[in-house]
């Protein structure tokens, strides 16, 4: 079974603007938060962040591609976040695609069928 966890991230929030880069404790942001319990499940095949192709999204890629190795990123349409699974789900070939925002901080790290 082949199953890509896509965490769907952009900096562009209208009501919290660069929620996904805000520290949620000393040593953390939200981000990290989020890849790291996704990071901990046993059976994605992928972990994917979707984000857009907005030149504001360019911070968030930076730092996941300084930071996580690991983790592939996927950018796409802004206004189409359809579009990006879609891509996403072509692109990687899956049995399964699970779709994880990064505003949630506490995803639980165990995955049951």
Request: net charge neutral.
């Amino acid at each position: 079974m082949k199953l890509v966890a896509v965490v769907q991230a952009r900096m562009g929030s209208q009501r919290l603007p660069g929620k996904a880069m805000l520290k949620l404790d000393e040593e953390r942001l939200l981000i990290d938060w989020v890849l790291q319990r996704v990071a901990r499940a046993e059976r994605p095949s992928y972990i994917v962040v979707a984000t857009t192709q907005s030149p504001e999204d360019d911070v968030l890629v930076n730092y996941i591609e300084h930071h996580y190795s690991e983790v592939h990123i996927f950018r796409g349409s802004h206004s189409d976040v359809l579009s990006r699974f879609m891509e996403i789900d072509r692109l990687y070939q899956n049995d399964y695609l699970l779709r994880i925002t990064a505003d949630c901080p506490l995803v639980c790290s165990k995955l049951h069928s």
